[in-house]
């Protein structure tokens, strides 16, 4: 319940106590009318029990308050995975409200960093994350929550101003925005997605302002009961990537001006600052997806339940599109990724894609993409493959096409990360060539992301080319990736050249310096064979693909291992 005189005394202990009656008496009556408190407290009264998401909603509801927006813009809201949220802050309560009910439609994970004021509302508690943007200090634990909320994955909103706008003489704008967002998304390497809230208070509000701030402050209330029937404006922005931030090479001081500078541009429909990137696509129905992986061909199951299933494209497919949906999810992940909501091309309408199906989750855990290369190069020719688009390859190619099959495009989404997942993809991919016992060949690009360091990168392009290298002519990358003459003496000078094993481990070894490990995909396809059945083609850089090097690797099945042969394919 709203107390005004205990709000008071929480504010100004000493209040009452210095005041005479005669004065203290009448100024919390005033107060008591300023503040609507016997209407607030009915409404409380009413609504008992409330909490949450639904306490927004009958708030909203009884001030008859609507909000507007492009529908499309929803979707740059990710769905999932944790984000920051910034927004201007024009009425001082009901945008908040208003925005919290506008996110949930796509996400209900959602936490609000919140004023010492906003927090006695005791029915948004569960939403909140307390601090104290009137000066003093938050206490750490407060400011911890916020950093566990993001570590686990939630939609984190703030308001930099962390007060109300004021009218200044380029109209309605917040005043200087505190930098505490810029690093709880550094810190949790989370995009920051700007939402601008298009509203005003009264003109006597922005005159009351400019005299006293504080006064204008016993005015909110007020103000919040003149928007009933009104209409709230929302513009959301593009997500704006974290490295488009922190590689720029700005002062944190002028990063922050700069992105304040980007929300108002944006929300004018004008060009903002910063490169963003679509927010990826929501989930597509759960239903939708069971429908169509019954009819796809069954290649195993595992032994914890999930489901090994091989499937073609289908024009308007749920199924595609979650696939498509997931790449970029994970890709994004690890610094790579096309920057499109989903990631989708023209090859995915005639190669094959393995999935790996959680029936209890509902979730594709991973995929893997075929192309079965005799058809393909058959009708299309060699530019038919994913992997020409990346390497020229010579017409001699061809006859590894013959016997061969093309793999890319593969992930374990996060949620499944640290599971089994990439073993059990592994043995979708032996069912089938156990199945297609022509199958000779592998081949495809297996991507480095551009995030690792450059010198982490030319250290494992030097390893994996100088022991798994080719020099059979087979393929030229359009946009190869090169190591400096002086790094390559530096990488002599680290490795024996001479020692596969103890090289191995130096490589982790300089890896770990800058807390990193050899990528997967790379680990593993190297130690499926014995010596010869590996070799990478070359290497280079898709820039379509956030400029990660994408190792083009050739696996001739002959060669696996014993061990990993009855592993994956069996006898």
């Known amino acids: 319940m709203l107390n005004v005189e205990q709000v008071i005394t929480d504010r100004f202990p000493d209040f009452f106590e210095t005041k ?138 703030v308001f930099p101003a962390g ?10 704008r917040d005043v200087k925005w505190k930098p505490g967002f810029l690093q709880f998304a550094k810190r949790t390497s989370s995009a920051i997605v700007p939402v601008y809230i298009d509203a005003k208070n009264s003109p006597l509000f922005y005159g009351v302002s400019m005299l006293s701030k504080p006064l204008a402050a016993l005015l909110l209330v007020r103000e919040m009961f003149r928007q009933k029937r009104n209409t709230i404006g929302f513009r959301i922005g593009e997500a704006i990537p974290l490295h488009a931030i922190s590689e720029s090479g700005i002062t944190h001081k002028a990063l922050v001006k700069m992105l304040r500078k980007h929300l108002y541009r944006m929300g004018q429909g004008r060009p903002g600052i910063f490169a963003t990137e679509k927010s990826i696509a929501h989930p597509e129905s759960r239903q939708a997806l069971k429908s169509e992986l019954r009819e796809a061909e069954q290649l195993g199951a595992t032994t914890d339940g999930k489901q090994i299933i091989l499937s073609d494209w289908k024009a308007d497919s749920s199924f595609i599109r979650e696939i498509g949906r997931l790449r970029e999810l994970s890709f994004r992940k690890v610094g790579e990724g096309t920057g499109l909501r989903r990631d989708v091309d023209n090859y995915d309408q005639y190669y094959k894609h393995l999935v790996l199906w959680d029936d209890l989750e509902l979730e594709i855990a991973g995929a893997y993409r075929f192309g079965e290369t005799r058809s393909i190069v058959e009708s299309k020719g060699l ?3 994913y992997t020409s688009s990346l390497f020229k390859l010579d017409v001699s190619f061809t006859q590894y096409c013959t016997d061969g099959l093309e793999l890319g495009r593969s992930f374990v989404q996060p949620a499944f990360w640290g599971s089994r997942a990439l073993d059990y993809l592994w043995q979708g991919l032996g069912a089938y060539v156990r199945h297609h016992p022509d199958v000779r060949y592998l081949f495809g690009p297996v991507s480095l992301s551009a995030r690792y360091p450059t010198h982490a990168r030319d250290l494992i392009v030097y390893y994996f080319n100088h022991y798994y290298g080719s020099h059979l002519g087979l393929a030229e990358p359009y946009n190869p990736y090169r190591i400096s003459q002086g790094t390559e003496q530096e990488c002599q000078r680290i490795f024996a050249g001479d020692d596969i094993k103890a090289d191995y481990q130096e490589l982790k070894h300089q890896l770990s310096l800058f807390n990193l490990t050899i990528p997967t995909l790379y680990k593993q396809y190297t130690d499926l064979c014995e010596e010869g059945g590996v070799q990478f083609l070359a290497f280079g850089v898709d820039a379509q693909f956030a400029d990660c090097v994408d190792g083009l690797i050739l696996v001739d099945l002959t060669k696996v291992k014993a061990a990993k042969r009855k592993r994956y394919i069996g006898a």
């Open 20 to 157: 005479p009656k005669v004065v203290a008496q009448p100024l919390v009556r005033f107060l008591r009318m300023l503040f609507n408190e016997r209407e607030i407290n009915h409404f409380l009264d009413l609504n008992a029990g409330i909490k949450g998401l639904d306490f927004i909603e009958k708030v909203l509801e009884y001030f008859d308050l609507d909000y507007s927006l492009i529908s499309k813009e929803l979707e740059n809201i990710p769905p999932t995975g944790r984000v920051v949220i910034v927004a201007n802050h024009p009425l001082g309560a009901l945008d908040a409200l208003a925005l919290i009910l506008m996110i949930s439609r796509v996400r209900k994970d959602i936490r609000v960093i919140a004023n010492d004021l906003l927090s006695s509302l005791k029915p948004l508690d569960e939403l909140l994350l307390p601090v104290d943007n009137f000066g003093g200090l938050s206490p750490k634990s407060n400011i911890k929550r916020i950093y566990d909320a993001l570590h686990k994955e939630q939609a984190v909103i």
């Open 163 to 172: 007060e109300v706008s004021r009218l200044r003489p380029n109209g309605v």
């Open 383 to 385: 530019d038919g493959l």
